[in-house]
T-cell receptor, first 114, second 115 residues
């Protein structure tokens, strides 16, 4: 157990639907990062939150949004889902906003859009 | 554009043998270079972290090297074990203006260790 909890582990939904992925960071970590990993692709950075505020954005689609709550857990919302959104979605946490530090990854949520 | 390229894409070795994985990166500004091990369907687990001033870092049977001038890194695995079978991912981290960090991931080298 890495200390980063992601739920659900698996999700199957139809095209056009909306889903919410949840991440609880490791205790004491203030930054949360979301990544997408499609089949045979490297992890693609989506977005970073630090202590409730958005800090950096990567290749996140407009159909996707995220937020970090006061208790530091984060949710990634994916809407108007397409077949191409099927992927593993990982959350990672780290203690700080930037600088050398430990990134701890969760086990991921496998999203299948049918 | 920030990029990380790894080679080989896949590798099969016999148990007990050594191997070296390669990574080339173009990330600016460069902060540090990380190697992760990712088992199938699991999240990446950190092996080593090196800043631009470090040349080598070891973690058990894993030894990473970094040449910040040529923007190359390698991960050497000694006395391989069946449990080393996994994807090994090179990650270059760069700071972003205005705050925050960005990790650029390679697509990984898929290592299989056989008897």
């Amino acid at each position: 157990d890495s200390g980063v909890t992601q739920t659900p582990k698996h999700l199957i939904t139809a095209t056009g639907q909306r889903v919410t992925l949840r991440c609880s960071p490791r205790s004491g970590d203030l930054s949360v990062y979301w990544y997408q990993q499609s089949l045979d692709q490297g992890l693609q950075f989506l977005i970073q939150y630090y202590n409730g505020e958005e800090r950096a954005k990567g290749n996140i689609l407009e159909r996707f949004s995220a937020q970090q709550f006061p208790d530091l857990h984060s949710e990634l919302n994916l809407s108007s889902l397409e077949l191409g959104d099927s992927a593993l979605y990982f959350c990672a946490s780290s203690p700080r906003d930037r600088g050398i530090g430990t990134y701890t990854f969760g086990s991921g949520t496998r999203l299948t859009v049918v | 554009k920030n990029q990380v390229e790894q080679s080989p894409q896949s590798l099969i070795i016999l148990e007990g043998k050594n191997c070296t994985l390669q990574c080339n990166y173009t990330v600016s500004p460069f902060s540090n270079l990380r190697w992760y091990k990712q088992d199938t369907g699991r999240g990446p687990v950190s092996l080593t972290i090196m800043t631009f001033s470090e040349n080598t870092k070891s973690n058990g049977r894993y030894t990473a090297t970094l040449d910040a001038d040529t923007k190359q890194s390698s991960l050497h695995i000694t006395a391989s074990q069946l449990s080393d079978s996994a994807s090994y991912i090179c990650v270059a981290e760069g700071g972003l203006t205005g705050g925050g960090n960005k990790l650029t991931f390679g697509t990984g080298t898929q290592l299989k260790v056989e008897l």
